[in-house]
């Protein structure tokens, strides 16, 4: 079956730090990969997306890049800010093994990051 | 756009009495609706998806006759946990996908999630 493995947190920056939190995934089929950001009292937002091999994501300062040689989706921003404190979800998702077009998601674990001012 | 809420955003109910989330979409209609269990430092575990008008289907280990899922309109779904016990416990969140999507990737719209002690 399908799983996702993301680096263990909670992750604590200082402000303008460089940020990666590491994320690989397991998928019977081609799957498409996202981030997931939730932060404190709402609800999961779409961070970014890929949908096939070297296919770069990026949103808000945020990149990812599909890697399928190394089955990772590393989540990455060259300069966090304090308002980037959030817990972050790296998913996936393989319409053909989610049997069609429902589509469902697969999480990893979540890896809660603060920046410090 | 594209908000989806939940209510109550957290309850306590008693060990042995039902109580029942709602999750709606608020300015789109979600022809289905997905409902996950989150328990504290673990990922999302998805418990069940459904389509307008049809049964929910189920994922393995979960029991529908203690998760009732009622999909009756385009932009309400509820879910009802039946008999609870404290082992019931946990952050349940709902998430709505508009439209049919036929090509990936699409976007699953998620609510602030309920919070359920089962005392």
């Known amino acids: 079956g399908n799983s996702v493995t993301q680096m263990e947190g909670p992750v604590t920056l200082s402000e303008e730090a460089f940020l990666t939190i590491n994320c690989t995934y397991t998928a019977t089929g081609y799957p498409s990969l996202f981030w997931y950001v939730q932060y404190p009292g709402e609800g999961l937002q779409l961070l970014l997306k890929?949908?096939?091999?070297?296919d770069k994501g990026s949103n808000k300062g945020f990149e990812a890049t599909y890697r399928k040689e190394t089955t990772s989706f590393h989540l990455e921003k060259g300069s966090v800010q304090v308002s980037d404190s959030a817990v972050y979800f790296c998913?996936?998702?393989?319409?053909?093994?989610?049997?069609?077009?429902?589509?469902?998601?697969?999480f990893g674990k979540g890896t809660l990051l603060t920046v410090n001012p | 756009g594209a908000v989806v809420s939940q209510h109550p955003s957290w309850v306590i109910c008693k060990s042995g009495t039902s109580v029942k989330i709602e999750c709606r979409s608020l300015?789109?209609?979600?022809?289905?609706m997905f409902w996950y269990r989150q328990f504290p430092k673990q990922s999302l575990m998805l418990m069940a998806t459904?389509?307008?008008?049809?049964?929910?289907?189920?994922e393995q280990g979960v029991e529908k006759d203690k998760f009732l899922i009622n999909h009756a309109s385009l932009t309400l779904s509820t879910l009802t946990v039946t008999s609870a016990h404290p082992e019931d416990s946990s952050f349940y969140i709902c998430?709505?996908?508009?439209?049919?999507?036929?090509?990936?990737?699409?976007?699953?719209?998620f609510g602030p999630g309920t919070r359920l002690t089962v005392t």
């Open positions: 459904s389509n307008e008008g049809s049964k929910a289907t189920y």
């Open positions: 890929a949908t096939k091999a070297d």
């Open positions: 300015d789109f209609q979600a022809t289905t």
């Open positions: 998913a996936l998702s393989d319409p053909r093994y989610s049997g069609g077009s429902n589509y469902k998601l697969t």
């Open positions: 998430s709505a996908r508009p439209g049919q999507g036929l090509q990936p990737p699409y976007e699953q719209y």
